[in-house]
Every structure is written in C-alpha cells, then in structure tokens.
C-alpha cells in the first residue's frame, strides 16, 4: 500500500507502512519451523509440550487446516522440504455436486482462516472446498436451529483451576475427527 500510487497516504503514513512491512518481514524471516518439522513423517508435530521438554506426539496431516498457512510459509522460507505439502492428507467429500476436503472438526477455522492471508486460485481445490465447507456449515446450521460458522472456542466447562476449556466444534459432516465432540456444549437456541 506504501507504493501504490493510488493509495491516498500520506507521506508520514507511508513510512509507517513501509516500517510495519519490513519489522513482519524480518519476524518472519526469524522464525524457524524446522523444530516441529517430523523428517521421517514429513509433517508437523501439532506443538512441544514445554514442561516435559517433548514434541507432542500427533501430528499436522490435512491440507483442510490451518497449518497449510504454516505449511506454505515454511516451504518458502526453505525451512522444510516442498515435500512435506504433498505428505498432506486430501479427504474428498462432495456438498451437493461441489467437491471439497474434510478437516479434522469440521470448524470453519480450519476451513477458512488461512485464506485470509493466503491467495487461493478461484477455481482451485482450496478455495472450492472452503466454498463447499461453508454450504455445508450453513445446511447443518439451518437443520439444527444453530448460526453457521461453527468453529474452535471456549465452552461452559471448567477444569480443576477454574479454566475454561477450549475445544475443536465443527459440523460432523466436514470432520474426520475420531474422537466425539464435546457432549453437552451445543445449547438449541430458539428458532
């Protein structure tokens, strides 16, 4: 925005500009995700549990999730090999004749959240299957009475320090996950 002619800044508001660019430039460029990279996997470890000093055992498999963004940015940096985005995984599912990918929830985070930053070929597999993930959160929204979107949050538990709990939510439709949701978290709201 700092260079485009069309931009009516000025010429303070510019600068700025320019020093944001070049402070996310260097973070960036700072960052190295060779530590949670698995070489014998060819995926992300999902984190490091720092009190045990220890990758945490699963991993990053789906190209339906937010670690695509990672993913990219890793690559490019030259952190981990372009191998690594071929290891993902790529379930297909179809929502109505629209193909798309599963997620491992089904939120709307997984789905969605990369694209904010990422540009997405119009056509192309990511931006349909956020296209499809969205169709499908919309028609599980309007069967069950709930606002589409669902998504990762905070729900109304609490564990022993009094700490809410936060968990994955998402339309089952769209998850591969093998674990059941979290009971008792989706309240009906009135239609």
């Known amino acids: 925005m700092a260079h485009t002619p069309v931009a009516s800044l000025t010429a303070e508001q510019a600068a700025s500009l320019t020093h944001l660019a070049d402070r996310c430039e260097r973070l960036c460029m700072a960052m190295d995700f060779r530590g949670l990279y698995s070489a014998k996997r060819h995926l992300f470890h999902i984190g490091l549990r720092v009190h045990e000093q220890a990758l945490d055992a699963s991993y990053y498999d789906l190209m339906a999730s937010e670690v695509r963004l990672t993913s990219f940015l890793a690559m490019a940096k030259g952190d981990i090999p372009r191998r690594h985005w071929l290891a993902l995984g790529r379930a ?8 798309g990918l599963k997620s491992w929830s089904g939120s709307m985070f997984e789905y969605l959240m990369p694209s904010l930053v990422m540009t997405e ?33 905070a729900y109304l538990a609490q564990d022993h320090t009094l700490a809410y709990q936060y968990a994955p939510f998402g339309v089952p439709r769209l998850a591969l996950r093998r674990t059941p949701p979290v009971t008792g978290s989706w309240r009906r709201m009135p239609a």
Do not use: C, M, R, Y
């Open 92 to 99: 297909f599912l179809t929502v109505g004749i629209t193909p």
């Open 121 to 153: 070929p119009d056509q192309g597999l990511l931006h349909v299957s956020g296209l499809a993930a969205v169709k499908e959160q919309q028609a599980f929204g309007k069967a069950n009475h709930l606002p589409w979107g669902i998504s990762e949050s």
